[in-house]
Every structure is written in structure tokens, then in C-alpha cells.
């Protein structure tokens, strides 16, 4: 039998759960530098890498990274995409307007950090941009306190 993709069923399973996960010490410690606006993130002792968010073992030497280390707020959009679409409960559906994800850098020894950018137009987001952090006005160690990044 031949298939196409036309000839596949795609069936919907609703599914609203709540998940919760262990997050570990690192991203313990990346969350409670979010209750003071702090991002923070680990540095390798042999490269002097930085990651953020902050992770135990360095990607290119493999070495512990125990040092803590506070990043700017001010960084640079080193790359971007426009999204179109978001995922609400398992399936995509059009955003209300296209919006900006981008991949900022807030030291030159920092890994990317994956981020919404707004308070620019999408069509007119340029690499090199300088960016800000920009908090909730209460922050409770959650994701959700880093709100966004905007046009510094
Ligand atoms: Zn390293």
C-alpha cells in the first residue's frame, strides 16, 4: 500500500497535566539569582566558558564548573527567528502576531541565551542589536521572572 502524508490520521489527545520535575542544583541556583534579577550562570576553571543558564559540566572540557558568575543584563542579539506559530496544549496554533525569539549573548565568553525579544518590530530585528533584560515587577524564582529581552 502506498502512503502519503495526506493519508495519515493525526488524532488529538487533550491532555492538561501539571509536571513536575526536579530541576537540580544549577538551575536552583539560576532561579534564586532570579529573586534578586540576577542571571547568573557557571564558568569552566580551564577554558573560562560561561554557561547560561548555569550547568555543572563544561561542553568543551568536560570540567566541573563550580564558579558562579553574574552576567550583564545588557547583551547582544547574536541571532534570531520570527514565530508565527505557538504550541497551546500540544498543538500549534497561529500567534496573535509574530513575535521575536532570539539567541543573545551577555558576555563574549557566555554561551547563548534563547530568549522572547520585544518592543522591536519582527521585520525590523537586526543582528548585532544590543538588548536588555527586562523583569517581571515581582520576581519569585521562576522562569517567568526573566519577562523578556527589548532594544537597550
Ligand atoms: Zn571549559
Known amino acids: ?3 502519503s502524508e495526506a493519508t495519515f490520521i493525526t488524532p488529538v489527545v487533550p491532555m492538561d497535566f501539571t509536571y513536575n520535575y526536579r530541576i537540580g542544583p544549577y538551575m536552583t541556583r539560576y532561579l534564586e539569582g532570579f529573586k534578586e534579577r540576577k542571571i ?5 576553571p ?10 555543572k559540566y563544561c561542553g568543551v572540557c568536560n570540567k566541573v564548573m563550580e564558579e558562579m558568575v553574574e552576567l550583564p543584563q545588557e547583551g547582544t542579539l547574536e541571532n534570531f527567528t520570527v514565530g508565527h506559530v505557538i504550541l497551546e496544549k500540544g498543538q500549534l496554533k497561529a500567534a496573535d502576531a509574530p513575535y521575536v525569539l532570539g539567541l543573545i549573548r551577555l558576555d563574549e565568553k557566555a554561551s547563548l541565551l534563547l530568549h522572547r525579544v520585544e518592543g522591536v518590530d519582527p521585520s525590523r530585528v537586526e543582528k548585532g542589536m544590543k538588548v536588555k533584560a527586562v523583569w517581571k515587577e515581582d520576581v519569585e524564582g521562576d522562569y517567568g521572572d526573566l519577562d523578556h529581552f527589548e532594544p537597550a
Do not use: D, F, K, Y
Not at 40 to 44: A, I, N, V, W, Y
Open 46 to 55: 580551564a577554558c573560562g566558558r560561561i554557561a547560561v543558564p548555569p550547568r
Open 40 to 44: 547568573l550562570g557557571s564558568r569552566c
Open 1 to 3: 500500500m502506498e502512503t
